[in-house]
């Protein structure tokens, strides 16, 4: 009796040590796909997206990496689905392999897709436990198969070349990065609208060179690149920014720019004011020597602040045109009225006329051996 009571005993521990350590769910790595991109788009059903999926060759190996296409290393399949766990039910029909979301870099949006459309998406990854909330949104101008599957030698397989673009954040101009979870926080708090970066094919490869902007109930706006270099800078986003000028005959160029701002915000009647300040810092390149000729540069100095605050005023007259708060600044006044803050629910869509006074301060330094 007491052997068989053992016996039971030990066949009960090795179940329950298999459930605790995961061995209940796991699947041989030939029936698994691994997800590391997802693209979502207007689908040709009324009611339907097309979903595409993009996963690595399971075919690749540590040997064949250096001898595969770059175009080969990654697949793609599309379905057209009225949600995300429809589509996931179809891809895993498809491919008859279990999906893996635990590695979901990229996430993104065809441009012409409904905002409400999208936060639906959004809050099915949100609600979805197995996918990690740091994965990339961004905007597609263009096929979105296509720009999730770009063929580029820069990165091999397990490196993602999209994953790796956005990770990144000091190899590009302007941080334009917005993770999963910033999308979704933005779109549940009253008085800011979401944001991501659009990306488009060009000649030389794929860009980044705008953003998307999300109002609830609409389709997505698209800043024109000089409405996006004042949001860069009034958000400070700006990090390795560039500018030329011409101050009293000399041409220069400011390189390496870089922005920090602060703003002061008040809840009034008639809308949201906010007093901004830019502080911009960077290098100074030209055929002058500025330690010869110092109000030379404090004139250029102001020059690029005159320039730079004509731009912002430009993105927060823009913003107000159509109806929409990217920077935050109703969302920051909001917290200044008591109470305020506790009566909006999530997800209200709150929006106020911005006035916005900016005041830029652009330091310059010189380098070389002349400096």
């Known amino acids: 009796m007491r052997t068989t009571q053992r016996v039971w005993g030990l066949v009960l521990g090795l179940v329950a040590a298999g459930w605790l350590t995961g061995c209940g769910d796991a699947h ?7 997800v590391i991109a997802v693209g979502v788009g207007p689908g040709t059903t009324a009611g339907e997206e097309s979903w595409t999926f993009v996963v690595p060759n399971i075919s690749i190996t540590a040997s064949s990496i250096s001898s595969l296409p770059p175009g080969d290393q990654v697949y793609s399949i599309t379905v057209q689905a009225p949600s995300w766990a429809i589509a996931l039910v179809a891809v895993q029909d498809r491919m008859s392999r279990d999906l893996f979301l635990g590695d979901l870099a990229v996430v993104a949006f065809d441009t012409r897709m409904p905002v409400d459309q999208v936060a639906m998406v959004m809050r099915s990854l949100d609600q979805d436990g197995l996918i990690p909330k740091s994965f990339w949104v961004i905007g597609a101008q263009g096929p979105v198969k296509r720009l999730l599957t770009w063929p580029t030698p820069q990165e091999v ?109 008040r809840w009034e009647k008639s809308g949201v004011r906010a007093a901004v300040g830019v502080d911009i810092t960077g290098y100074l390149a030209t055929s002058r020597l500025p330690g010869a000729n110092q109000p030379w540069l404090r004139g250029a100095q102001q020059w690029a602040a005159r320039r730079i605050a004509a731009e912002c005023l430009a993105a927060v007259a823009w913003a107000n045109a159509h109806r929409t708060d990217p920077f935050g600044y109703t969302r920051d006044a909001i917290l200044t009225v008591p109470d305020l803050a506790q009566r909006l629910a999530p997800g209200t869509v709150l929006w106020r006329p911005l006035t916005v006074s900016v005041n830029v301060d652009v330091r310059l330094q010189s380098r070389g051996t002349v400096a």
């Open 28 to 34: 041989a790595v030939e029936d698994r796909a691994l």
């Open 157 to 265: 397989i397990p490196r993602y070349y999209l994953a790796a673009y956005f990770a990144c954040r000091t190899c590009h101009a302007v941080d334009w990065n917005t993770l999963g979870w910033e999308w979704w926080v933005r779109r549940l708090t009253p008085g800011v609208t979401p944001v991501a970066p659009v990306m488009t094919e060009t000649r030389s490869g794929l860009r980044v060179q705008t953003l998307a902007v999300y109002p609830p109930g609409r389709l997505p706006v698209t800043m024109p690149p000089e409405i996006a270099n004042g949001f860069a800078c009034l958000t400070g986003r700006l990090m390795k920014g560039a500018l030329t000028g011409n101050w009293r005959g000399v041409h220069f160029a400011i390189e390496r720019m870089r922005a920090a701002s602060s703003a002061s915000v």
